[in-house]
């Protein structure tokens, strides 16, 4: 991979800043006060909890405190998603910091997993890395790893330690020599008005004439109604690929953000996949509806 060291540490310390509050029927004994942290755009939310449990329980009971769970504004906040994604879809157009509600009890079964221990979140995120690697080199990289190399990445991400990640997660962003890139790019594409978990498709990043894929011809296959394209303004548009679903009408737009940014749609996406990939190895787009002034 090109050696962009500089942005692949701007992504991995980018931070949300996060009032945590516990929720109004939550029985305690003495007002509690607000949890303030800054949180990890690269980090899973249950990787906070023994903090905000801590800081909660000074003022509850014991026997009122099982599962934790988090919502913004009523929606339950899935935890296997990473907190930069949780943000960009449901908050990045409010203000800061991101008012997050805290709960212990009526878990959410129909629309959260279960998530116990650490153990979870590790299985998940190892689960997702060796998806990522099957797509970009079938797989070969992450079972040549050892069984220390698997947790030295989760350690990693776990203590937010940069420079211990990226010494073994940089084998995974390499590709033969000769090769344009990966196989496929892993990617998962988010709609904030969208009921579908994500949008997944085998996606290589170099066309068939030896060009390179960008951002744009991504979105514009997988989908198309996020693009803007002359002679749809004032027309209802409506594209069905893959489930993806969206309706482009005169007067709205869509912003196409990754880490909370919008990349240049020119942008190659070997590049991205490199350089503004999750910990997970994938590439996590949330298409975003936006008015325009």
Request: include cysteine; charged fraction near 25%.
């Amino acid at each position: 991979m090109t050696d962009d060291k500089d942005v692949l540490r701007d992504i991995w310390f980018g931070r949300i800043p996060a009032c945590f509050t516990l929720y109004q029927d939550e029985l305690t004994e003495r007002e509690a006060e607000p949890y303030y942290l800054l949180l990890p755009r690269i980090s899973y939310l249950m990787l906070v909890t023994d903090k905000v449990k801590k800081h909660f329980q000074k003022v509850m009971r014991p026997e009122d405190i099982s599962e934790i769970w988090f919502d913004y504004e009523g929606t339950p906040l899935k935890w296997h998603y990473p907190v930069g994604v949780l943000f960009d879809l449901h908050a990045s157009n409010t203000g800061l910091p991101w008012n997050i509600t805290v709960h212990f009890k009526n878990f959410p079964e129909r629309d959260l997993l279960h998530c116990l221990s650490k153990d979870v979140i590790e299985a998940h995120f190892m689960s997702c890395v060796k998806e990522a690697d099957a797509l970009k080199h079938k797989g070969q990289v992450i079972n040549e790893m050892q069984k220390k190399d698997h947790k030295q990445l989760w350690m990693g991400l776990q203590n937010d330690k940069f420079d211990q990640f990226w010494a073994i997660n940089r084998k995974l962003m390499e590709y033969p020599a000769g090769e344009d890139g990966f196989r496929y790019i892993p990617f998962r594409i988010y709609q904030a008005i969208s009921e579908r978990p994500f949008i997944q498709k085998l996606f290589r990043p170099v066309a068939v004439d030896g060009q390179p894929h960008t951002l744009g011809d991504l979105i514009r296959e997988v989908c198309p109604s996020a693009v803007a394209c002359e002679g749809q303004l004032g027309q209802k548009y409506t594209s069905e690929f893959h489930g993806c679903t969206a309706p482009y009408t005169d007067g709205e737009k869509f912003q196409v953000v990754i880490h909370g940014i919008e990349p240049m749609l020119e942008t190659p996406l070997q590049w991205l996949s490199e350089h503004l990939s999750y910990p997970d190895n994938f590439l996590h787009i949330s298409i975003l509806p936006q008015s325009m002034d």
